[in-house]
């Protein structure tokens, strides 16, 4: 199993895991747990391939979906163990970001040949099973948090697409990459890092728009 086959697997794992946590602050029942696992853990790598026009990949390996499973049923046990139950999905999360921004991107990058669609991809694949769970579970969407996040999982298929098409072996563009995106990622956990904000100004009152 090559890197970029176990980052696949990981990125599922780590974001079933988030899912199933999300299912724990919500109480939900084992059923509960193993659905959101589900929707989290293949939630974005499905629409990566629903827009790269490719067989979905836990269609063509029902492995995924058992992984799924199996992380919610060992999460619907251990769970009550976790006294910081979301912190701990933050971090999942960002490990998670960082398998699959690098994961979405190579995959973009075999199926185009194209630096622009495996950003896309990579982009896609790593933040939209988190904006799934967070919507089904009602919790506050990670993309409304106010520290970097869409930009991490650019910052991992930015750095893995320039590392691939400068020649890097795939394995150490892979690894350079996810360790990019989770840096970036854990900081702006961490610190508290973000990028500057939209700010409105007041509107203008409605004789000036006459």
Not at 36 to 52: H, S
Not at 76 to 86: G, K, N, Q, T
Not at 118 to 125: D, F, H, K, N, Q
Not at 126 to 148: I, K, Y
Request: charged share 15%.
């Amino acid at each position: 199993m090559d890197l970029i086959q176990l980052l696949d697997y990981a990125g599922v794992a780590v974001f079933a895991a988030t899912g199933a946590l999300a299912a724990s602050r919500k109480e939900l029942d084992l059923i509960g747990f193993v659905f959101l696992a589900g929707v989290t853990g293949t939630g974005g790598g499905t629409l990566r391939d629903l827009v790269l026009g490719v067989p979905v990949f836990w269609v063509e390996n029902h492995i995924y979906i058992i992984v799924c499973a199996v992380i919610a049923v060992l999460v619907f046990f251990a769970a009550p163990l976790v006294e910081y139950r979301y912190r701990l999905l933050l971090w999942l999360d960002a490990a998670g970001l960082a398998a699959y921004s690098v994961l979405g991107a190579a995959k973009g990058l075999e199926a185009s040949g194209s630096a622009i669609v495996a950003l896309v991809t990579g982009m896609l694949t790593a933040t939209f099973g988190g904006v799934l769970r967070d919507v089904l579970a009602g919790e506050p969407s990670v993309l409304l948090r106010p520290e970097v996040y869409v930009t991490a999982a650019l910052v991992g298929a930015g750095v893995f697409t320039v590392a691939d098409l400068a020649g890097a072996e795939g394995a150490v563009a892979a690894l350079i990459a996810v360790t990019a995106a989770f840096l970036v990622r854990g900081g702006a956990l961490g610190f508290g890092w973000t990028i500057p904000r939209y700010r409105s100004r007041p509107g203008r009152p409605p004789e000036e728009l006459e």
